[in-house]
């Protein structure tokens, strides 16, 4: 009886599942067809996406140019190799054939060529910069400085190379360099970092190659241009085998400067001369700078750090043999720009900036002074040049013949003035005062990157100098030098003495200190740049401009863009009568004075030049050889500022230097 009565109800679940059934199955076709109509078109491009990848193509970069459209840097070619990644994926012995009949037709390494096929970084590649350090989704570059001519031959035989293709690629080439290299003012070029890379908001490229030093960092961004790319479809194994899009770069713009070859050549040339001739005569001349500004603007016309190096060594990259020799300090440190981060005691050129500075503490400005043959202040004796005794004289021969002992004197009675030791801050003092308001001890803002600031010792960098080493030193005036002792006995119980001394006073600016001060001798130190500046704002009647490489900008149509504006910075507020006295004073030192003997035979009456010898002394080191100057004295039009390390008086290397430099000025149109 169940069973009979049982049959009727399961008869009736065969439909209700026949029709459930046939219910999913109309919802399943339903919503493949909606996928394959409605949305076909969002599912394809999802599958593009997921399948291709976008790369950058770096823009052609701006040429760097002098005033005169003469190019300073340009964009050569090298030979590049590629070959498509597909094409040595899907040979059965992985291209290694292919790339063998590539070494022997370009006369190259097989070893280095089949090294470049493997990604850095993955199983049985090479050290870098063998293997492929680059992008997976471009062409794989074997070889980019191969033959032109051997490179040409091989797309005669596309057979015999399948997927090889052959292209000019720029790179950073220097025409003039063996007229001027200015490598230190133009810089280099060097691979991002992924701070860069990330920050760029997609313009700058792992690949790219960006500014590193000079011009071609500080001014990046207009000479890079703006970057293409190219979208390629990737296979299953991510090889790239089309092009799906392409977006020309555009060129990045040309930087015209400031900088005359003519006289970058000769500034050059007149540095380099002027220390191989202070070592014939057995000074060391390991380092030294010069510049040249245009007193009315602030422009700069050139630029000469010495050692100096070949910016070509960058192009390609540099290898790290070469790049130890540009930092090596037994080397010079070539890679260091002395123009802008070279700082020296200024020595005697500083009397340009102390002589108003007396005449504001009160000395008449026609007064006559004391020249004698040394100075005491205490129980310290503080000798004349060559302690030379010239008796009373007046201020314009102080400076013609460089009288320190005037300058010591004018120093301590204002130190005195001050209070002395007892003495709270530098705002009473009119020497600290002059060398700031000429802008000393602080960077002259011009357009290169790591330019110093130099040092005004004053009170407050005393104090902040003593308290943050003081610990140091009052250990070492309890241990001493006993390392210093076992070569030199004298030199170590020297640096006990003054190490006992700075533990219990360093901080105090010191009679002697305030002496040393006013003759630019001492903790005091300028860069070149910065005394090419001071000298133009004398030449010019006080103002100070800010020191421009860059002119302004031409359009990779060849239209010129928009200049960039001299800037002035500030105006020294200079006593009556003091420019006048300089004016004359300075001219006096070439004519008669320290100077007379480099200038002799030059044109003084076409072209006269005015300017300050120096003679930096420093404790273990040979003298400084400074001499700064413009001309023409009665029109100044350019500033001429020379600095040779360890190579003796100014009136010899540094003088006979910038004479070199005036031959080529005064010939300037």
Same mark, same amino acid.
């Given at each position: 009886m169940t069973w009979f009565r049982g049959r009727p109800r399961r008869g009736r679940r065969v439909p209700l599942l026949c029709l459930l059934a046939v219910s999913l199955m109309g919802t399943l076709l339903a919503r493949l067809g909606e996928v394959q109509l409605g949305d076909h078109a969002e599912y394809q491009r999802v599958a593009q996406t997921?399948?291709?990848?976008? %790369?950058?193509?770096? +823009? &052609?970069?701006?040429?760097?140019?002098?005033?005169?459209? %003469?190019?300073?840097?340009?964009?050569?070619?090298? $030979?590049?190799?590629?070959?498509?990644?597909?094409?040595?994926?899907?040979?059965?012995?992985?291209?290694?054939?292919?790339?063998?009949?590539? +070494?022997? #037709?370009?006369?190259?390494?097989?070893?280095?060529?089949?090294? !470049? $096929?493997?990604?850095?970084?993955?199983?049985?590649?090479?050290?870098?910069?063998?293997?492929?350090?680059?992008?997976?989704?471009?062409?794989?570059?074997? $070889?980019?400085?191969?033959?032109?001519?051997?490179?040409?031959?091989?797309? /005669? !035989?596309?057979? &015999?190379?399948?997927? %090889? /293709?052959?292209?000019? /690629?720029?790179? !950073?080439?220097?025409?003039?360099?063996? #007229?001027?290299?200015?490598?230190?003012?133009?810089?280099?070029?060097?691979?991002? $970092? +992924? /701070?860069?890379v990330a920050s760029s908001d997609g313009r700058i490229g792992d690949l790219d190659l960006v500014g590193r030093s000079g011009l071609e960092q500080e001014y990046d961004a207009q000479l890079r241009g703006v970057p293409g790319s190219t979208t390629v479809a990737l296979d299953p194994r991510g090889v790239a085998i089309a092009e799906l899009a392409h977006t020309d770069p555009v060129r990045g713009r040309d930087l015209v400067t400031n900088l005359d070859l003519r006289v970058q050549s000769a500034t050059e040339a007149a540095l380099s001369a002027a220390a191989a001739a202070a070592r014939r005569t057995g000074h060391r001349a390991d380092s030294g700078a010069a510049v040249v500004l245009d007193v009315r603007t602030g422009a700069v016309l050139a630029a000469a750090s010495y050692p100096t190096y070949d910016p070509q060594v960058w192009t390609g990259g540099i290898s790290a043999k070469a790049l130890s020799a540009l930092t090596d300090p037994r080397a010079g440190t070539p890679l260091v720009s002395r123009v802008i981060a070279g700082t020296f005691a200024p020595a005697s050129t500083f009397k340009v900036v102390s002589l108003p500075a007396a005449i504001t503490a009160g000395n008449p400005l026609g007064g006559t002074y004391d020249c004698s043959s040394s100075y005491t202040i205490g129980n310290r004796r503080f000798a004349n040049f060559e302690s030379k005794a010239y008796g009373r004289i007046g201020l314009r021969r102080a400076v013609v013949v460089s009288c320190d002992t005037i300058?010591?004197?004018?120093?301590?009675?204002?130190?005195?003035?001050?209070?002395? &030791?007892?003495?709270?801050?530098?705002?009473?003092?009119?020497?600290?005062?002059?060398?700031?308001?000429f802008g000393l001890g602080a960077r002259t803002g011009i357009d290169l990157p790591g330019e110093q600031a130099g040092r005004v010792a004053d009170r407050r960098w005393r104090r902040a100098t003593w308290e943050a080493t003081k610990q140091q030193t009052c250990a070492r005036a309890k241990v001493g030098y006993p390392q210093v002792a076992r070569v030199d006995r004298a030199r170590a119980a020297y640096l006990k003495a003054l190490a006992e001394e700075s533990c219990r006073t360093g901080f105090q600016l010191r009679a002697g200190d305030a002496a040393n001060f006013a003759i630019g001798q001492g903790d005091s130190t300028v860069t070149p740049l910065q005394m090419a500046r001071v000298y133009a704002a004398v030449a010019n009647g006080g103002t100070l401009w800010t020191p421009q490489v860059a002119r302004g900008f031409r359009d990779p149509d060849g239209t010129l863009g928009e200049p960039l504006e001299?800037?002035?910075?500030?105006? %020294?507020?200079?006593?009556?009568? #003091?420019?006048?006295?300089?004016?004359? +004073?300075l001219a006096g030192v070439v004519s008669e004075g320290t100077a007379k003997a480099a200038f002799q035979g030059f044109a003084l009456d076409r072209w006269p030049v005015a300017g300050k010898t120096g003679t930096a002394e420093s404790y273990g080191a040979q003298d400084t050889s400074w001499f700064v100057s413009y001309a023409p004295a009665t029109r100044p039009r350019y500033a001429v500022a020379v600095v040779v390390s360890q190579a003796g008086t100014g009136g010899g290397a540094a003088a006979t230097a910038a004479r070199r430099i005036h031959e080529v000025l005064r010939r300037l149109p």
């Open positions: 997921a399948n291709t990848r976008t %790369v950058a193509v770096p +823009a &052609l970069r701006g040429r760097i140019l002098d005033r005169h459209g %003469v190019p300073l840097v340009d964009n050569g070619t090298r $030979t590049v190799v590629t070959v498509q990644r597909h094409t040595l994926a899907d040979a059965p012995d992985g291209g290694r054939a292919l790339v063998a009949r590539l +070494a022997s #037709t370009l006369g190259l390494s097989f070893d280095q060529l089949w090294g !470049r $096929t493997f990604p850095c970084g993955t199983a049985g590649a090479p050290p870098a910069p063998i293997c492929w350090a680059g992008s997976a989704y471009v062409p794989l570059p074997l $070889t980019a400085d191969a033959d032109p001519r051997r490179a040409l031959g091989l797309l /005669e !035989r596309p057979d &015999l190379f399948p997927g %090889v /293709e052959v292209s000019a /690629e720029p790179v !950073r080439a220097y025409p003039m360099q063996a #007229t001027a290299k200015a490598a230190h003012v133009l810089g280099y070029l060097g691979r991002p $970092t +992924a /701070e860069e300058f010591y004197d004018f120093a301590y009675r204002s130190w005195l003035a001050q209070g002395g &030791l007892a003495a709270k801050g530098d705002g009473g003092d009119p020497f600290v005062a002059m060398a700031r308001s001299p800037r002035a910075t500030g105006q %020294v507020d200079l006593p009556p009568g #003091t420019v006048g006295l300089l004016h004359s +004073a």
